[in-house]
């Protein structure tokens, strides 16, 4: 079955960086787009970062734009999001999720908690 | 890349029908059928429910419905059950190539 496993998160300092990775399973990872999508504690959720299922296309929210990086390894079915210049305001839990047309995210992982605190 | 709008919250008794909005913009909702909507019960992941205005995955019930004119699209749930009680986001494309989620709508079975 179609899993999604995030890992990387942590506690950290404003200004630190981290690399998030989101290992899955159960379906070709080089077919489908794949998106980081967050959501701080009590909060909504937020869209983060996409790439396309070669890697040659990405784009990123305004709010973490020249900060974040958003990577894949097809070979390694392994989707990445490199997190720089931290802030308290990035603190959240932060999802990879598929995409089966353009917005329908249909599989998410269980999320893995960044929380960025002096 | 302001956040859609939602009503914060609705509620309904079982058995009956609510509508849920969300409003954005002709850069968003306005612009194209990219419109999915997503429900999540406390401390879980967020699960698709529609995709393209109206298209349900496998294993959504037809009680889910979507609609879209201008730039206001909607969330009907028929039938209300107790277990519907959930988080409620839409989420849309936008023309600068980005996403958009709404704020998010509570949904109370009464």
């Known amino acids: 079955q179609v899993q999604l496993v995030e890992s990387g998160g942590g506690v950290v300092q404003p200004g630190k960086s981290l690399r998030l990775s989101c290992i899955v399973s159960?379906?070709?990872?080089?077919?489908?787009?794949m998106h980081w999508v967050r959501q701080s504690p009590g909060k909504g959720l937020e869209w983060a970062a996409y790439?396309?299922?070669?890697?040659?296309?990405?784009h990123y929210a305004d709010s973490v734009k020249g900060r974040f990086i958003i990577s894949r390894d097809n070979a390694m079915n392994t989707l990445y999001l490199q997190v720089s210049g931290l802030r308290v305001d990035d603190t959240a839990l932060y999802y990879c999720?598929?995409?089966?047309?353009?917005?329908?995210?249909?599989?998410w992982g269980q999320g893995t908690l960044v929380a960025v605190s002096s | 890349q302001s956040a859609l709008t939602q009503p914060p919250s609705v509620s309904g008794s079982p058995g009956q029908s609510v509508t849920i909005s969300c409003t954005g913009t002709?850069?968003?909702?306005?612009?194209?059928?990219?419109v999915s909507w997503f429900q999540q019960p406390p401390g879980t992941a967020p699960k698709l429910l529609l995709y393209?205005?109206?298209n349900r995955p496998s294993g959504v019930p037809d009680r889910f419905s979507g609609s879209k004119s201008g730039n206001t699209a909607s969330l009907t749930i028929s039938g209300l059950k107790a277990e519907d009680e959930a988080d409620y986001y839409c989420?849309?494309?936008?023309?600068?190539?980005?996403?958009?989620f709404g704020g998010g709508t509570k949904l109370t079975v009464l």
């Open positions: 999720t598929r995409e089966i047309a353009i917005g329908g995210f249909d599989y």
């Open positions: 159960g379906f070709t990872f080089s077919n489908f787009g």
């Open positions: 790439v396309s299922p070669d890697g040659t296309s990405k």
């Open positions: 002709s850069s968003d909702v306005g612009s194209n059928d990219r």
């Open positions: 393209e205005v109206n």
């Open positions: 989420t849309s494309h936008t023309t600068s190539v980005t996403w958009v």
